[in-house]
């Protein structure tokens, strides 16, 4: 199974007062701008997933949701495991259970999915030496069976680079 990490397009800063509740800061116009050309280079450098899971967090849906306008990946699922504390080996064990999936996305934050990142390919208690840029992807293929430790990371994609492939 090849599992694909999207860490959510650049987002609005911080800000009590128009986002009480941090869990509905929206991306920046700039932010969508730059995704919309991120996921069209992905769709040129990556076969699409099955299935994208995505955090509820306005950011990294409207993400989610930018990968499918404009990649034609499938419309994201709400996965809540991949909210803000986020525990790798939970996620893990829920990626081993999706049954049948070839590919699997998961957008979602930082440190999470740096987290997630690590542990999968380094094992446990690995956190904090990995990190994806907003925008960016990684690409892990697990082989036979997810779980800490047993992924491989087959490519890194900064959005610099995923946008070059859209021009």
């Known amino acids: 199974m090849d599992v694909f990490l999207v860490r959510h397009a650049l987002a609005q800063e911080r800000d009590a007062e128009k986002w009480p509740d ?49 990649a034609a990946w499938p419309e994201p699922e709400a996965c809540t495991l991949i909210e803000e504390e986020l525990d790798p080996a ?20 930082a440190p999470g999915l740096d987290d997630l990142a690590a542990t999968a390919v380094l094992g446990p208690r690995r956190n904090g030496l990995m990190r994806l840029r907003k925008g960016g992807v990684a690409c ?21 680079l995923l946008r070059a492939a859209d021009e």
């Open 140 to 160: 892990l293929r697990f082989e036979p069976r997810p779980g800490p430790g047993a992924a491989e990371l087959l490519w890194l994609a900064s959005p610099t």
């Open 22 to 70: 941090d869990r509905a800061r929206p991306l920046k116009p700039s932010g969508i701008r730059r995704f919309r050309s991120i996921a069209r280079g992905l769709a040129r450098l990556a076969t699409a997933p099955d299935v994208v899971w995505s955090s509820r967090l306005a950011r990294a849906w409207h993400t989610a949701v930018i990968l499918h306008e404009e």
């Open 90 to 109: 939970r996620v893990l064990r829920a990626i081993a259970r999706a049954g049948a999936i070839e590919r699997l996305a998961i957008v979602g934050h």
